[in-house]
Every structure is written in structure tokens, then in C-alpha cells.
């Protein structure tokens, strides 16, 4: 297996796990007799582990290298799927989702990081494309807990089966990444160990700021979506829900294509094209008083969005210290992004009603052509002049920089 498609492969477990845990939450409600509220409490202790877990994954990734990390953490995160199911009372959900999320992040980070040094080696773009390949196990994995639910399948039996295969794929996948003496070899000269739970730089904070508009947009729709049909256009629950399916089948189509629009045109000019897309698709949502026009209109915002973050992480992982440290800055701001959206968009749909709400949504994208020159490259730093060991050298060298680093399009 190449480098490329074994993180493929990891991207695509990662994303398979997200996508097998979401359709198993009403199980787990139902079986601890949760209310909405304290699910809804039980609901932000992933995003509290990630938090917490993001800056040691990053010093993780320094210490032992991108790929041992990798290997690791994503093993984590495929044999903790089960443990949401298995909790037996409402204390130990919690804590059983604080440390899903907390391996959740971790993972998420060090795959990232070891993607950005992977597209540094093979000098072309190739993170929007994997996480089409995310999206692609979500959506694969969601389908088969949805057949699993309809069936009457215990989640715990489920999530163990589908815990065991993830864990056979991640092991597989991680014998071919690339080999740490490739990825070290590309750290800046005399870079020291990311620090704990500091400020990002304010260059990562700007790339961080493309990341928090775009995941604020794609979170938004994707949870608000079904509900603007059925409250604003009288839509029913089928077409509703079409209007989610929609947009994720067009942010993981894009993203499996957007390596190619990447090269051709420039990470500066895909994300002012993209923003404008996304802008036009949130006039269509607001004014929209019809179904499929709704539906058109959320399809357009998935478009526009889908290829702006994983352009932002792969910048910030070339900007920061370390590949590591930069992807754990951008991907804290947009697990923030992420967190919070749904519930600012709940909160001015209440008080302003559904139009007013994505209006504000467009506004948010609106700032993107205006933000996309921060993933112009810095300028280039002196890298470990320390490289592959004579008898490791399975992998030839490759120039150290990328089409992913912003060179073009602006």
C-alpha cells in the first residue's frame, strides 16, 4: 500500500467512526432513559476532550513522528467506538464520550499533520481529497448503522463489530505511511517540541479564522438544514431530509475531486471562488420559499464551502512550527467553529426566525474572499539538515515544498 492511500484508508476510518456513532445515539438514549437535556450535556463532552487532547497529540507527533503517532491514535479512536454503547449508567457516558472525544481529536490532528508532510513529499495537493475520503466512510459507515437500527441490531453488538473491522483497517492502513525519518527530516532547523495550551501564532490564527467560517457555514447547514425545509418552506420529512444528504453528498464530491481544481487554479483563488459559491448558495437559502429551491441552495453552500478546510489545515501545517503544532491550532479554532454554530443558529433563528438566521450564515462566508490571501506561503524556513538514515532510505526525497502551500492564485 503507497503512503497516499494507506492515510487515505485512515482518513476513511476515521471518518467511519463519526459516521457509526451517529446513527446509535437515539439506542443510547432510549436505553439510559436520557432526556434531551442531559444528552444534550452528554453531547459536549466530546468536543471538551478534543480540547483537551489536541495540544498533547501535536507534542505526541513531535516526539515519536507523525506516523507512529498516527498508527496509535487511530487506533484508539477505531477500539473506542464501542464505549458510548457499553456505559451502563449516565455518569459513565460521560466520561465515556469526554474520552471518545479526546481520541477523536488527537487522531484527527496527528493524521492531518502526518497528510501535510506527506503532500511536502509527493509536491502536490492531496488533503482535499482525503477528506473526501472521510466523508466517504461517514456516509458509508452511517448507512450501515441506519440498516443496523432499522433492524432492531443491539448498538453494542454493532459498534463492537464495526470497532473490530475499523481496527483491522487502521493497522493495515498504518503499515504503509510514510516512515518518520522522511517526515522529521522536513522539520525546521532547531524546532523545539509544540508547547501546552499556547495561543497559536497570529498567522495560524488568521488561517484558523478561514477554517472557523467555513466550518461555521458547513455546521449550521448540516444540522439546521432539514429543520429550515420543514419550518420555512412546509417541506416534508422526506424532502427534508434530502436537503442534509445533498449538501454532504456534494462537500464529499467536491472534496474527492478538489485536489484537481487545487492545482489548476491555487488554493488563494478556490477559496474567493468558493466563498462566493457558498455566498450565492446562502442568497438562494434565505429567499427560498420552495423545496428543491432550498435544496439548490444548501447544495451550493456545500460546494462553495468543502475544500476551504482542508486548504486551511494544510496551510497551517505548513506555517507552524511543526506540522503538528499548526494543524492543533486551526483544528481547535474550527472544533470551536463547529460547536458552537448550531447553537448560535438555533439561538438567532429563535429571535429573528430561519431566513434572518442564514443570513447571518451568508455574512459569515461573505468574509472568505476577503480572508483567502492568509494562505499565501510564508517564506521558506531551513529545514533539519539531518535526512534519511543511508540504510532506511526506502522512500526517494522529494522537494519540500507543496502545491497544498499556497503558491498560486492570487
Same mark, same amino acid.
Given at each position: 500500500?503507497?503512503?497516499?492511500? /494507506?492515510?487515505?484508508?485512515?482518513?476513511?476510518?476515521?471518518?467511519?467512526?463519526?459516521?457509526?456513532?451517529?446513527?446509535?445515539?437515539?439506542?443510547?438514549?432510549?436505553?439510559?432513559?436520557?432526556?434531551?437535556?442531559?444528552?444534550?450535556?452528554?453531547?459536549?463532552?466530546?468536543?471538551?476532550?478534543?480540547?483537551? &487532547?489536541?495540544?498533547?497529540?501535536?507534542?505526541?507527533?513531535?516526539?515519536?513522528?507523525?506516523?507512529?503517532?498516527?498508527?496509535?491514535?487511530?487506533?484508539?479512536?477505531? &477500539?473506542?467506538?464501542?464505549?458510548?454503547?457499553?456505559?451502563?449508567?449516565?455518569?459513565?457516558?460521560?466520561?465515556?464520550?469526554?474520552?471518545?472525544?479526546?481520541?477523536?481529536?488527537?487522531?484527527?490532528?496527528?493524521?492531518?499533520?502526518?497528510?501535510?508532510?506527506?503532500?511536502?513529499?509527493?509536491?502536490?495537493?492531496?488533503?482535499? !481529497?482525503?477528506?473526501?475520503?472521510?466523508?466517504?466512510?461517514?456516509? &458509508?459507515?452511517?448507512?450501515?448503522?441506519?440498516?443496523?437500527?432499522?433492524?432492531?441490531?443491539?448498538?453494542?453488538?454493532?459498534?463492537?463489530?464495526?470497532?473490530?473491522?475499523?481496527?483491522?483497517?487502521?493497522?493495515?492502513?498504518?503499515?504503509?505511511?510514510?516512515?518518520?525519518?522522511?517526515?522529521?527530516?522536513?522539520?525546521? /532547523?532547531?524546532?523545539?517540541?509544540?508547547?501546552?495550551?499556547?495561543?497559536?501564532?497570529?498567522?495560524?490564527?488568521?488561517?484558523?479564522? *478561514?477554517?472557523?467560517?467555513?466550518?461555521?457555514?458547513?455546521?449550521?447547514?448540516?444540522?439546521?438544514?432539514?429543520?429550515?425545509?420543514?419550518?420555512?418552506?412546509? /417541506?416534508?420529512?422526506?424532502?427534508?431530509?434530502?436537503?442534509?444528504? *445533498?449538501?454532504?453528498?456534494?462537500?464529499?464530491?467536491?472534496?474527492?475531486?478538489?485536489?484537481?481544481?487545487?492545482?489548476?487554479?491555487?488554493?488563494?483563488?478556490?477559496?474567493?471562488?468558493?466563498?462566493?459559491?457558498?455566498?450565492?448558495?446562502?442568497?438562494?437559502?434565505?429567499?427560498?420559499?420552495?423545496?428543491?429551491?432550498?435544496? /439548490?441552495?444548501?447544495?451550493?453552500?456545500?460546494?462553495?464551502?468543502?475544500?476551504?478546510?482542508?486548504?486551511?489545515?494544510?496551510?497551517? &501545517?505548513?506555517? !507552524?512550527?511543526?506540522?503538528?503544532?499548526?494543524?492543533? !491550532? *486551526?483544528?481547535?479554532?474550527?472544533?470551536?467553529?463547529?460547536?458552537?454554530?448550531?447553537? *448560535?443558529?438555533?439561538?438567532?433563528?429563535?429571535?429573528? !426566525?430561519?431566513?434572518?438566521?442564514?443570513?447571518?450564515?451568508?455574512?459569515?462566508?461573505?468574509?472568505?474572499?476577503?480572508?483567502?490571501?492568509?494562505?499565501?506561503?510564508?517564506?521558506?524556513?531551513?529545514?533539519?539538515?539531518?535526512?534519511?538514515?543511508?540504510?532506511?532510505?526506502?522512500?526517494?526525497?522529494?522537494?519540500?515544498?507543496?502545491?497544498?502551500?499556497?503558491?498560486?492564485?492570487?
Amino acid at each position: 500500500m503507497t503512503p497516499h492511500r /494507506a492515510i487515505a484508508a485512515v482518513f476513511a476510518a476515521h471518518g467511519a467512526v463519526a459516521g457509526s456513532l451517529s446513527t446509535r445515539i437515539p439506542w443510547i438514549q432510549d436505553h439510559l432513559h436520557l432526556s434531551p437535556a442531559t444528552l444534550g450535556l452528554a453531547m459536549l463532552c466530546p468536543s471538551i476532550g478534543a480540547f483537551l &487532547g489536541m495540544p498533547v497529540a501535536s507534542r505526541l507527533a513531535f516526539r515519536y513522528g507523525s506516523r507512529t503517532a498516527t498508527r496509535a491514535l487511530i487506533a484508539l479512536w477505531c &477500539g473506542g467506538l464501542a464505549l458510548p454503547a457499553l456505559a451502563p449508567v449516565p455518569a459513565a457516558l460521560f466520561v465515556a464520550f469526554l474520552l471518545f472525544g479526546c481520541a477523536a481529536g488527537m487522531s484527527d490532528v496527528v493524521m492531518n499533520a502526518h497528510a501535510v508532510e506527506l503532500e511536502r513529499h509527493l509536491d502536490r495537493p492531496i488533503m482535499s !481529497g482525503l477528506h473526501g475520503m472521510w466523508s466517504v466512510g461517514s456516509l &458509508g459507515a452511517a448507512g450501515l448503522g441506519a440498516l443496523a437500527a432499522q433492524a432492531g441490531v443491539d448498538a453494542r453488538l454493532h459498534l463492537a463489530a464495526m470497532s473490530l473491522a475499523l481496527l483491522a483497517l487502521g493497522a493495515a492502513a498504518g503499515r504503509g505511511l510514510l516512515p518518520n525519518h522522511v517526515t522529521a527530516a522536513q522539520r525546521p /532547523a532547531g524546532a523545539a517540541p509544540p508547547r501546552r495550551f499556547a495561543l497559536p501564532a497570529r498567522g495560524i490564527l488568521l488561517i484558523g479564522l *478561514v477554517g472557523f467560517c467555513a466550518t461555521f457555514a458547513e455546521g449550521a447547514s448540516a444540522n439546521w438544514s432539514a429543520v429550515y425545509l420543514t419550518r420555512v418552506t412546509e /417541506a416534508g420529512p422526506g424532502l427534508a431530509a434530502a436537503a442534509y444528504t *445533498v449538501l454532504m453528498l456534494c462537500m464529499a464530491g467536491t472534496r474527492l475531486l478538489g485536489d484537481r481544481i487545487i492545482r489548476l487554479l491555487g488554493p488563494v483563488t478556490c477559496v474567493r471562488a468558493g466563498g462566493l459559491v457558498a455566498v450565492a448558495g446562502g442568497v438562494v437559502v434565505v429567499t427560498a420559499r420552495t423545496p428543491l429551491l432550498a435544496i /439548490a441552495g444548501f447544495a451550493l453552500l456545500g460546494l462553495g464551502v468543502a475544500v476551504i478546510m482542508p486548504l486551511a489545515l494544510a496551510a497551517a &501545517g505548513n506555517a !507552524g512550527p511543526t506540522a503538528g503544532e499548526g494543524v492543533a !491550532g *486551526v483544528a481547535t479554532i474550527t472544533y470551536l467553529s463547529g460547536l458552537t454554530a448550531p447553537a *448560535v443558529t438555533g439561538w438567532l433563528a429563535g429571535a429573528f !426566525g430561519y431566513p434572518a438566521a442564514f443570513a447571518f450564515i451568508t455574512a459569515v462566508v461573505l468574509l472568505l474572499p476577503f480572508l483567502a490571501p492568509v494562505l499565501r506561503p510564508a517564506a521558506p524556513r531551513p529545514l533539519d539538515p539531518a535526512g534519511p538514515a543511508e540504510e532506511d532510505a526506502l522512500i526517494p526525497a522529494a522537494p519540500c515544498r507543496s502545491s497544498a502551500r499556497p503558491t498560486s492564485g492570487g
